[in-house]
């Protein structure tokens, strides 16, 4: 179920890309109008393999990512030379064994694509568990190089994808936001004046937000 900003990241890390390829969570649900296989494919890619903890579309092998003792992660070390894990890791019960397993399954010099939530509504599919910055994209990847140059922060899910920076992008109450015009800053300050207790008068709000990473294995002992 990819959204503008997972397409977007993954067209512009394109040449990072080499199959076979394995995508971690890739059940289609009724509401998807896209999906990562077929999106692949438009790329040019179709040695694909579809990972989920459940059964249904786009589902090629059924599970748990954090079982590391699994047959299928067992039977596949060191095999995929492109992992893309998406908005996953917040819903399983421990990233840091899932983080385990995607490791194993790639091949030396192989590459993950990630992204995670940082900032969103409680979204229970199945499960809602956790959020995630760069830093805990490097923790509990620990072993693999990552490529700061290449970190993004995706804005709501349209196709909106800005170079990772501190602060993380916010609306302030007293300054205007990046791509804001001048007349909407005025009108946003005129509202939380008139509306003191609407969420626009708090001094600070977040958008939803995910921080996209790229990372290449280069310790054999992972």
């Known amino acids: 179920m990819p959204t503008e900003n997972q397409i977007e990241y993954i067209k512009i890390n394109k040449d990072h890309i080499k199959e076979p390829i394995a995508i971690i969570g890739s059940r289609e649900y009724d509401f998807d109008q896209r999906n990562f296989i077929k999106e692949l494919n438009i790329m040019g890619f179709s040695n694909i393999i579809g990972i989920d903890i459940k059964k249904g579309k786009g589902v090629y092998v059924v599970t748990d990512i954090c079982d590391f003792s699994s047959s299928f992660v067992k039977n596949h070390n060191r095999y995929f030379c492109t992992i893309i894990c998406m908005q996953m890791l917040y819903s399983v019960v421990n ?120 990372a290449k294995k280069i310790n054999e002992k992972t």
């Open 95 to 214: 990233p840091f064994n899932a983080a385990k397993s995607i490791k194993s399954l790639m091949s030396k010099n192989g590459i993950l694509i990630f992204s995670d939530i940082f900032t969103h509504r409680v979204n229970r599919i199945p499960k809602d568990y956790w959020r995630f910055t760069y830093d805990a994209h490097k923790l509990i990847f620990s072993d693999l190089s990552f490529i700061d140059a290449k970190s993004r922060i995706g804005i709501t899910r349209i196709n909106k994808l800005v170079d990772f920076k501190y602060p993380i992008p916010e609306v302030n109450k007293y300054y205007r936001v990046d791509g804001e015009s001048y007349i909407s800053y005025i009108f946003r300050r005129l509202y939380a004046k008139c509306f003191r207790t609407s969420l626009l008068s708090l001094n600070r709000l977040m958008p939803e937000t995910s921080i996209f990473s790229i």
